[in-house]
């Protein structure tokens, strides 16, 4: 393996938008140099002024062209850009030997770089953030400890889930609030999922008809699966002689949710691109988050397993945040785990190639304490 190019102490942040929180003004206080690259200097000032970190970190007008220029080997590029925008920046880190990260999944076009990212000495940081990022920390670490408590090679069943979702921290009528571009959230809603559910694997169209109530905390909220949850199982490096009875990776909404959302589906259901288009900017006009309004993020991981013998092990993690004036949770539970990633990329400690923010339960135990220290607050539970 290619040894890891030494860290320059640049961080080049590329993207100032809703996901860009304190994580930012934690490396202003690690990094040697920070740059934050938005749309044009004048919004990046403003971006910086914003955070109380006008001085603290040099503001850009982003091109691709333009960060190329500036890159050397060793500097760190964060992108907060969409997630079709990260291969090309990984690109551009490739050829200049620079090390990336970002909070997204893993794209196919961001691994097929990863073997030319290997070979240049280059760290590819993906999936750490909240979700994916903190959620994967909790995963891998309740696996560790139940398999230290069973055994790998001991015949179970078990129950994973994983729930996260952004919602309004004072419920209205709609149950939900648009921080984001609805169509997002409406495109991930016409997306299938694929989950395990009563040792079946199983396809939602739909994934609003696989809806259910889910307790966290005595608290009822409705979730649904999203995305692929299946291959996780084998990301998780789960054991072998266990055998999943449910496994979901989903989203968790209000209570009250289905109901409040029902002509929404039906639109969904029914419309076309053109449709779908103008009932999100309907849906972004009549549901906005105001200055007034705080988000709040719940996270809610827990797997539960029972051996043939009838030994039980149960294991929960719980995050739940609400925002301030200052900055949105969704904000501040995205960028302070990539921060904490980029701050590994700075001091050496990850390999070349791709790095999950989560990979082993060791790993994940370490994350969390470092998250925990840096102010992220959760609480963990085993029966």
Same mark, same amino acid.
């Given at each position: 393996m290619t040894e890891v190019v030494p860290a320059s102490g640049t961080v080049h942040w590329v993207g100032a938008g809703?996901?860009?929180?304190?994580?930012?003004a934690v490396l202003c206080d690690t990094a040697a140099r920070v740059r934050l690259w938005h749309r044009t200097e004048e919004r990046a000032e403003q971006a910086l002024a914003a955070r109380g970190l006008t001085g603290r970190a040099e503001p850009r007008a982003y091109t691709l062209p333009a960060l190329v220029a500036d890159l050397a080997p060793g500097d760190v590029?964060?992108?907060?850009? &969409?997630?079709?925008?990260?291969? &090309?920046?990984?690109?551009?880190?490739?050829?200049?030997?620079?090390?990336?990260a970002c909070s997204s999944y893993v794209s196919d076009a961001v691994l097929d770089q990863v073997p030319a990212a290997e070979a240049a000495?280059?760290?590819?940081?993906?999936?750490a953030g909240l979700d994916p990022g903190v959620d994967h920390l909790f995963a891998h670490s309740l696996i560790d400890r139940a398999v230290r408590a069973i055994g790998p090679e001991t015949a179970a069943t078990y129950t994973l889930t994983s729930y996260c979702g952004g919602v309004p921290a004072? @419920?209205?009528?709609?149950?939900?609030?648009?921080?984001?571009? @609805? *169509?997002?959230?409406?495109?991930?809603?016409?997306? @299938?999922?694929?989950?395990?559910? =009563?040792?079946?694997?199983?396809?939602?169209?739909?994934?609003?008809?696989?809806?259910?109530?889910?307790?966290?905390?005595?608290?009822?909220?409705? *979730?649904? @699966?999203?995305?692929?949850?299946?291959?996780?199982?084998?990301?998780?490096?789960?054991?072998?002689?266990?055998?999943?009875?449910?496994?979901?990776?989903?989203?968790?909404?209000?209570?009250?949710?289905?109901?409040?959302?029902?002509?929404?589906?039906?639109?969904?259901?029914?419309?076309d691109d053109r449709s779908i288009a103008e009932?999100?900017? =309907?849906?972004?006009?009549?549901?906005?988050?105001? =200055?007034? =309004?705080?988000?709040?993020?719940?996270?809610?991981?827990?797997?539960?397993?029972?051996?043939?013998a009838g030994e039980e092990w149960s294991g929960r993690y719980?995050?739940?945040?609400?925002?301030?004036?200052?900055?949105?949770?969704?904000?501040?539970?995205?960028?302070? &785990?990539?921060?904490?990633?980029?701050?590994?990329?700075?001091?050496g400690s990850l390999p070349t190639g791709l790095c999950r923010a989560a990979e082993t339960g060791e790993r994940s135990q370490a994350w969390l304490a470092e998250l925990a220290e840096a102010g992220v607050e959760f609480t963990a539970r085993t029966d």
């Open positions: 809703l996901s860009t929180g304190s994580g930012l590029v964060v992108s907060m850009l &969409p997630a079709p925008d990260h291969a &090309p920046l990984l690109g551009a880190c490739v050829g200049a030997r620079a090390h990336f000495g280059v760290t590819v940081l993906t999936e004072v @419920p209205n009528d709609f149950r939900y609030r648009f921080s984001w571009a @609805p *169509a997002g959230v409406l495109g991930a809603l016409r997306s @299938p999922a694929r989950y395990i559910e =009563d040792g079946a694997e199983r396809t939602a169209d739909r994934p609003w008809t696989a809806t259910r109530a889910h307790v966290v905390d005595g608290e009822t909220f409705e *979730a649904y @699966p999203n995305r692929d949850s299946v291959p996780f199982v084998a990301q998780y490096g789960l054991p072998a002689a266990w055998t999943p009875r449910t496994f979901v990776r989903g989203t968790l909404r209000l209570d009250g949710w289905l109901t409040a959302w029902a002509p929404v589906f039906a639109e969904l259901e029914r419309g009932l999100a900017k =309907d849906l972004a006009a009549r549901y906005p988050t105001t =200055d007034a =309004d705080r988000d709040r993020v719940v996270l809610a991981v827990s797997l539960d397993v029972r051996t043939g719980l995050l739940d945040a609400v925002g301030t004036e200052e900055e949105s949770a969704m904000a501040r539970l995205v960028s302070r &785990p990539l921060a904490l990633g980029v701050g590994h990329i700075l001091d």
